[in-house]
């Protein structure tokens, strides 16, 4: 028969309780272990088995034991930290996102730290509540968990330096791309972003590292961005001719050299676009290199006297300081190597607003006053001081009658319009020109650079000599039987001027003709008084005379010869026209002629 209800309701009941007994039964059991549980662990004088601080196993060691341990350990721990992956990596060079490894020492947490870390890690086990205690216990033996180290743990100064220093590590400079040129290629670098890394961001990112026992973190950072390199640029830099380092009238000082150099531009930029950033890549090239480097040229500028000439300045006040003053306005002039010389351009228009005065001169043949006379003896001894530094003569006249201040052959003629003396600076280096006067003497000199041991002997040879002659010309406002001398006389002469090259020892290198110096004569032109007889005569009237008057130089028209000189800047007389006196060795008013025979002739 079946069970009634009350029946089952009975039965059920009396099944549940002894379940209801046994649950309790093992719930007093647990609580009254893990009461056990607590009071164990609150008791113990070491730390929990497995403990860990830091990442280090300190479990079932004393204080002391666990502060000897940490020391061993934990200042050599590490945390590799690299910059953000997803941060983009464009621009960058290879091996940019490689981590910089830190130590835990380098942030702080050194041994002298460690007793402090585990005395406050032990107290911090020991202050823990009566039941949160066992759970410690239990959480610790079933998944390994352990204490973090703290801000407390560390030396705080140290650590600041620390993440100063990791910051700078690991930030990167950009590298703007850049060429070099060497002897037949270019290099061109191809730029590369950098980067800078935020101190504080940083700090915090160890610090979260360091508590929860990473060993690799990742950090944020600014990017830096490079300069491009552009290949017009580099193009337009190098390309042309190749240029010797020189003078720079500007600042007086040197300007550097610049290498010639001429390459493909297309397949370069094709190269440059294909580098990774930082990549460096050649490209050939045909390249000039400079003979003189501004180091070079800085040692020996202007180290040697290349030529020097002095003239005596005679004449009058006024034609002293025409000389004075047009020797000082080339004074200290540089000509870079091949650069040309122009006495009338550097020295310029001879005026009285300049402070130039009256002086004689030569108009068409005639000694007239005017304005510049005497400035062709600054350029004559100029001329003579080119000749002995063996430079390049580019336009030179010879005065229309023989001067007495310089050797027959070695003067320069120069008039404002028209004759110029020009030379042309065929040296390697600059030259600079200077000129002193100093008690009646003008000297000039040439300081340059010189890279041989040759030296330079002027010499001449008169080719023929035209005498003058005496005329008489009636002058009846003379007394019967005076005279006058109205114009002086020049004796003509034509002659070549060799320039003769010697190397050290004194051995004849060279023997060049340097010139064709053609001087007119011009007549002593005499005016005479009457005679008596004359003058009863004719009553004292002048006769006439027949004819055309012949110039002093027939045939000859005076502006194809020696053009007229305005008042601004006449061509030059001497004082003494009917003495010769040269600078250099003295010559007699007929000197003995020579000339210097050629190697192959003797």
Known sequence: MGQTANEVRRAKKGGAAPVFIALALTAAIMAAGYGGLCYWAGSRTDFYPKELIGGVDVGGLTVDQAAQVLAGT??????AVSPLQDAGKEG????????????LEELG???????????RHFEQQAAAPFLTRGARVLSILTNDAGDGLTAQDRDELQFREGVARLAEELAMDPLDGSYEVLDDEILLTREANGRSIGEEGLALALENAVTGGMEEIQVDFTTREAAPLSIQ????????????????????????????ASFDTVSAQRALDGASPGETISVPADIQEPEITAEALKSVLFRDLLGECTTHVGGTAARVGNVKLASSAFDGTVLNSGDVFSYNETVGQRTEAKGY????????????????????????????ACLLANLEITERYAHRYIPNYITRGMDATVSWGGPDYKFTNDTQYPIKLVAKYDKGYLTVQIWGTKTDDTS????????STTPFEEVEQLDPTLAPGKRQVKVTPYTGYKVKTYRNVFDGSGNLISSDVEAISDYKHRDRLVLVGPSKEESVETGGTV?????????????????A????TPASGPAEIPSQPETPAPAEPSTPEEPPDFVVIPPSQE
Do not use: F
């Open 561 to 564: 010869e020696e053009p007229s």
């Open 109 to 119: 947490y050194t041994a002298e730290q460690c007793p402090g870390i585990a005395q």
């Open 357 to 384: 005065k009256a002086a004689p001169a030569y108009v068409q043949g005639e000694t007239v006053d005017e304005i510049g006379g005497g400035v062709c003896q600054p350029s004559s001894t100029l001329y003579y």
């Open 543 to 559: 006769p006439t005379v027949p004819g055309t008057p012949v110039e002093p130089n027939p045939g000859v028209p005076p502006a």
């Open 233 to 260: 640029e580099v193009h337009d830099a190098v390309s042309g001719e190749m240029e010797n380092a020189r003078y720079d009238h500007a600042t007086g000082g040197i300007l550097p050299e610049k290498r010639g």
């Open 92 to 103: 960058w060079p290879a091996g940019a996102e490689a981590p910089v490894t830190v130590t």
């Open 74 to 79: 934990l200042p050599k721990k590490t945390i």
């Open 456 to 463: 330079v002997k002027m010499t001449y040879d008169t080719l």
